[in-house]
Structure formats: C-alpha cells, structure tokens
C-alpha cells in the first residue's frame, strides 16, 4: 500500500460546515489524482489516522476548522503549526490529528509521513444536522481542491 | 447571594459542552449541570427519509459509536417489518459488534482514562495525555492500540466499511464472509482474546493503585443510582439484544422490559441546561434517577458467559459488592467487558451457523419499530414510526449520556465541594474534568472540527463575572 502520497479528509457529511471534508472529498475522487496519491475518507481523526498512514512522503490532511477567520478562510498549515487539541480530552472525539501523528512518531515511526499538511476550510456552522455547507464554505472547496492536488504534486499554487 | 462558575468547553468546540457551578456565598456548590449542547434538527431530517436507509443515514450521525446506530437501526427495521431474522444474520451483526465493542473500549481505556491511569491525578495535565503516555508506557500502549485496530479491523470487515458500516439491512444483513475472510478473521479474533489477557494483569494494578492514591476522591464519586441494561436468558450479559433490566440503589431488581416497552418505564424530561433531555426510570409512579453503561451492565446482570471474563467479574462483585455505585470502577467493568467482548467474538466467529442463509424478505407495513442495543456507553433505544410506502413519520432516540446526564450533574456537585474551597484552577479543573470522564460521555455524537479548544472558567455571582480562568 505504499504510495508517495495520502489525503485524508475528515468530517460529518450530515453536519454543515463539518461536511466540507466530505465535499472535497468527493470532489477529489472525481479529478484525476496523480499516480501514487491514495484518498481515503474518516468520519473522525484522531487514532484512526494511524491505521491510514504508511510512510508516505506527504499527508494532506482536509478538514473544517475553527480557528478564528472568516467562514470560507482555507488555512494551509504545515506540521508544526497544527493547533493543539484539548490536552485531556474527555471523549473520543477530543483526539486530533497532532496528538495521533505524535503517537505514531514514538510507537510507528516507519509509518509516519514526511511531510505533513492540514488544509482546513474555516467553517461557520457546526451544530446544524441536514443543511448541507454554508455558501462561504461552498464557494472556497474548489480552492480547497486545488491546493490539496498541488500539495500532493510537489507545486504550490 | 449566589455566583456561577462555568467551565466552556470540556471537549473541543466551543459551546459543545460545559460545565457549570452555581454556588452560594460561602463557596458551596448548589448545583452542578453538564451541559451538552445536542446536535439539532436530528428527527427533523429522518422524517420523510425513505426506512431502509436508516441504518447507514444514523451510522452517520457518530464517528465514535457508528456501529451501535447502525446496528440498532436495523433491528429497529427488523421489528417494524415484523420479521426474525435468519440465525446467521444476527451471528454476523453481534460478531461485527463485538469487533466495535472491543475498538471503543480500547479507546477508552487506553487512550481516554490511560493517562489518568499512568499518571494518577495530580501533575501537568499537558504532559499527561496520550502522547505522554505513549512516552511512559510505550508497550502497554502499543499493545492497547493494537487490540483497538483488531477489533475495528473485524467490524470493518463484517461491516463493509470500518468508520461507518453499510451491510446490516432490514431482514440480516447483506454480506457473506469469504473463506479467506474467515480464515482471517478467526486469527484476528485469537490475538484479540490473549491481548485482552495479556493487558488485563497490568490495568487493574494501575487502577488499584488509582483507587489506593486517592480516596477521597473516590469516596465522593460515589453517588448511589439506579441503573439500567440488557440482560439474556439465565440474567446474563448481552450487548447485542435482550430484556432491559432495572436496578434501585439498593441492589434489587426492580423490573425487566423489551425495547418496545421503554415508554412506560422511561421518563423523558426537557432541561433548560441543554439541548439533550435527562432521562428518569419511571417505576411505580415515581422518577429515579439511572445510569448506564459498563458499571451498570455489570451492577445488573447475575453473570458473564464466557470464562476470563467471568472470573474478573467474581472478584469485582466480591470487591466492590452489588450495586457499585462509584463512578471510577467504570474503569474497571469496562476492562471486564473488554474482554468479554473478546471472549464472545471469538465463540461468535466459531459458531457452525455463522456462515448460513443471512436475510429475509421484508416489507414496511405501516407502524413502529423499536430496538435497542448495549452501545459501548450504555442503552441506546431508536424508535421509528414508518408508513406502508417505507418512509419515516417519526423518530426518537434515547442515547447514553443523556441518561447519565442527571448523575454526572450529582457527582460534579459532590466532586467540586470536596475542591472548592481554595482549590487552584489548574487543579480544580484537572478535578471535574476527570470526573466527566469517569462516565465516559459521548458529546452529542458531534462535530470534531479543529480548533477554539480552550477550556474557559467563568465565576459568576448576581450574573457578573469575578473570575475567569482559561487553558491554552
């Protein structure tokens, strides 16, 4: 299963803007991927992301976010910008993408890509079941795309 | 004179949930709320949704306990359909849920409580997480993650899908195991059973010790409760299907009912602290407040059917007697239950009539159907009201952590008291956040979305700010 890349989109398609990983996700499988980028889809981060990776060369992580910007706002963060999750999160859906890279850096370190990259789509509304992605966020997933299919091609945009 | 302290958020985005103290003048708490602020529109988007899709739309609704929505969903089908499904078809779903049961209760051990468990109480909760543990214990950890991916790996494989699984249908389930697969899966099944032996040793000494170094916050989460799960024949633990079994704080069996029933035994009550109702058993014309779960599944059933298993529940019972009522030995039954789950996937996987016909015909009459299921955090009923044409009219579901919600409010209460007074932030918050973990809360099977993850305290008296602390 060895590839040279790895884009994993993350997020509740069923919840607003948290199914933006979903919508790129899907946008991706329809493009011509470059030969060796796997693309997978997880409902959630976190711990399941190990079993995901491979020791690829680059891991793109797509995901919404929260992180203070407009709705719409694509942060494109490279591995030591990550934002931290809660230190002691009380339930599963408290564990993210840092902490499970950091786990497989100590216990698999041959899995762990080199370079690592969070493309986060800054959302608005997270608690809406069944109302599909706000328009600011629908209107910044072909952008998402693009960068992510740059990522994965070794060229900036 | 009263004052409020909030704490917003426990988990990861803002707003998602938080905890507040109202105080008196003295510093006394009065009361303690959890509050979960619920995912919306739920059974606003599940009615006029065409049945058969059920159990794929509600696997969605949660990435961490897809398959018990799936699973129950499907039995809910099963039941509005009026059909029993093939003897295989409900081998393959509990097998596939014993693969989930296993990949939760991992991740709460040895991720979620591990650190507690390695680290005890006291420190620099930054350094005492996952990562930390994965430092100060990298064996036991790899060992831990590995029996979670083992058990993920056999409800991917039954499932179709490991985040969220498609193949339970009305009528079984649509999925016949190859040779191949089942070869496989019988390894698989193997190491899971001697990894939960292996690790079993090692967790209970690191819980024995939580429990000598601290007693006294171990005396306070002591909250007596009743408690409620599902049973078998012979009163012994089933995850997958059975009778639903009641308990009072005393320890005697109050009553035992099917899913279809849960109306007459179990009030729903709107609060104004949440999104999510609180939920009362409702026996004999009064209201008492339940938990569920892994202390309570074990606080009601007589017994284990498989033998590892058995044997650590005969020394938890004669330990800690019958009811416990203490919140941290959650820790301990969920070990019990881990290997259980273990144990009985692999009687599962070895049963002769695994591998038979595994779906019937069905069709939508026009009516209800009600299930539930054992979810990893406690009983989770879906109750759906379809037409004759196959589309849902009505949906409710009574999800774990609404029922514990009342008795997470009682024990923050008592735990926040025996802190109060003078207790520093850090310690205070490391305090109630330990004891919201203890029940293992599943937060409105939401939004994980990266980011606002500070933890803010605010202290309130006559509606006005005169503290506030923030993590991060």
């Known amino acids: 299963m060895n590839s040279a890349a790895l884009i994993v989109c993350i997020g509740n398609e069923l919840v607003a803007d948290d199914g933006v990983g979903w919508v790129v996700y899907e946008r991706l499988k329809e493009s011509d991927l470059p030969e060796g980028v796997r693309l997978v889809f997880l409902g959630l981060g976190g711990i399941d992301l190990l079993e995901e990776i491979d020791g690829e060369e680059v891991l793109v992580v797509v995901d919404g976010v929260q992180l203070g910007a407009a709705p719409g706002t694509i942060h494109q963060l490279g591995w030591n910008q990550l934002p931290d999750a809660s230190p002691r999160p009380v339930s599963g859906h408290g564990i993210g993408i840092r902490e499970a890279i950091s786990v497989g850096r100590k216990l698999y370190p041959e899995r762990v890509p080199q370079e690592i990259f969070l493309v986060g789509v800054e959302g608005k509304c997270f608690n809406q079941l069944g109302m599909g992605l706000t328009d600011e966020v629908a209107q910044a997933v072909p952008k998402a795309v693009a960068i992510v299919l740059s990522l994965v091609s070794g060229t900036l945009p | ?472």
């Open chain 2, 1 to 472: 004179m009263s004052k409020t302290i909030k704490i917003d958020p426990v988990t990861r985005i803002e707003g998602h949930a938080r905890i507040l103290l109202d105080c008196d003048e003295n510093g006394k708490i009065e009361e303690a709320f959890f509050c979960v602020n619920e995912l919306r529109g739920f059974e606003r988007i599940l009615v006029g949704m065409q049945a058969h899709t059920l159990p794929q739309v509600t696997a969605r609704i949660c990435g961490v306990c897809p398959t018990a929505h799936h699973l129950v969903a499907a039995k809910a089908l099963d039941n509005a359909c009026g059909v029993t499904i093939p003897p295989a078809a409900k081998l393959l779903r509990e097998y596939m849920y014993m693969g989930h049961v296993i990949h939760s209760h991992a991740l709460s051990l040895f991720v979620l409580a591990g650190p507690d468990l390695v680290f005890g109480l006291q420190g620099d909760p930054a350094k005492q997480n996952i990562v930390g543990m994965v430092h100060a214990e990298p064996e036991l950890t790899k060992k831990g993650l590995r029996l979670r991916s083992l058990g993920q790996k056999i409800n991917e494989t039954i499932g179709g899908r490991g985040i969220h699984p498609v193949t339970a249908v009305a009528g079984g389930i649509s999925f016949n195991l190859s040779d191949a697969q089942f070869q496989r899966l019988r390894e698989l099944t193997t190491e899971t059973v001697a990894l939960a032996k292996e690790l079993s040793g090692p967790i209970k000494t690191l819980l024995m010790r939580l429990f000598e170094d601290n007693p006294r916050l171990l005396a306070n989460l002591n909250v007596p409760s009743w408690y409620v799960g599902t049973v078998e024949k012979g009163g012994v633990l089933n995850l997958y299907d059975g009778q639903i079994r009641a308990m009072d704080e005393s320890g005697t069996i109050k009553t035992e009912f099917s899913a279809d029933q849960y109306i007459d035994f179990l009030a729903e009550r709107t609060v104004s602290t949440s999104y999510a109702k609180e939920v009362y058993v409702d026996f004999q014309g009064s209201e008492h407040m339940y938990r569920v779960g892994s202390l309570a599944r074990l606080n009601i059933v007589d017994g284990l059917s498989t033998p590892l298993a058995q044997a650590e529940f005969e020394l938890f019972r004669a330990n800690f007697g019958r009811p416990c009522h203490n919140a941290v030995i959650q820790m301990y039954a969920k070990l019990i239950e881990m290997l259980y789950a273990c144990e009985r996937a692999e009687q599962l996987i070895n049963d002769p009539g695994l591998r038979g016909e595994n779906r019937v015909p069905v069709q939508f009459k026009g009516g209800r159907g009600v299930a539930h299921i054992e979810a990893p955090r406690g009983t989770l009923i879906h109750d759906y009201e379809i037409d004759e044409q196959g589309i849902v009219r009505a949906a409710n579901m009574i999800i774990a952590t609404q029922q514990n919600t009342a008795v997470i409010n009682k024990s923050l209460k008592e735990g926040a008291n025996a802190l109060m007074q003078g207790a520093e932030d850090e310690k205070m918050l490391n305090a109630l956040e330990f004891v919201v973990r203890c029940y293992d809360p599943c937060l409105a099977c939401a939004t994980h979305a990266i980011g606002r993850m500070a933890l803010a305290v605010e202290v309130r008296r006559d509606g006005r700010i005169i503290r506030e602390i923030r993590r991060n």
